[in-house]
């Protein structure tokens, strides 16, 4: 049986977006073919009727995880960001949160092309942190700095209290302390721009 253009878009954005969450759960080594084919409801086979290669899917599902994320946050003010993004229910649902605070460290390791994506959907976050900064007045020189600072604190947080047990106290107290300071840099931000 011979499968139309549209299902078989629909076949391919089904394999995307089960890899965009199971790469942000595992890891972009934990998941192989094999399984990522199994989740979307595939034969392993048929793989690479859709892909080249895994590292094309990577390519593809870290946009798709970035786009989701930046489409959750764009139309909040950047308090609200940051609330909803340094938080314990971001931190316990990896699946569905940041591919920079559950991928960066495997990044790293990944060709120029990922990281490319992720260079990407980082300055699109960037932007949304910027955007809200400067919805409080008329603008600063060192927006972009404030919202890249911002950014990096928010997406550290959240790998850091990963990286602790679920219980210890630590991992509350990290999300808690960087919130505190994010709404400050927030705050800081804004009244440098109403003020200049």
Do not use: W
Not at 4 to 25: C, G, H, P, W
């Amino acid at each position: 049986m011979r499968v139309t253009k549209q299902k078989a878009q629909e076949n391919r954005d089904r394999i995307v977006a089960t890899a965009a969450s199971l790469f942000r759960e595992r890891g972009f080594d934990g998941v192989g073919v094999a399984d990522l084919m199994e989740q979307a409801g595939f034969t392993h086979g048929g793989f690479y009727n859709h892909f080249r290669s895994k590292e094309d899917l990577v390519g593809e599902a870290t946009i798709k995880g970035f786009k989701e994320l930046n489409e959750r946050y764009q139309d909040v003010d950047a308090m609200t960001a940051i609330d909803l993004y340094i938080s314990r229910e971001h931190r316990d649902a990896p699946a569905q949160g940041c591919p920079a605070a559950a991928l960066g460290g495997d990044a790293v390791r990944q060709p120029e092309s990922v990281r490319s994506n992720f260079a990407d959907g980082i300055e699109a976050m960037t932007a949304i942190i910027e955007k809200g900064l400067a919805s409080a007045g008329r603008g600063e020189t060192d927006l972009r700095a404030s919202a890249l600072g911002i950014v990096a604190q928010a997406a550290g947080a959240i790998m850091l209290s990963r990286a602790c047990p679920d219980d210890s106290a630590l991992a509350d107290e990290i999300l808690e302390t960087c919130r505190a300071q994010c709404f400050s840099l927030i705050e800081a931000a804004r009244s440098r721009s109403i003020a200049g």
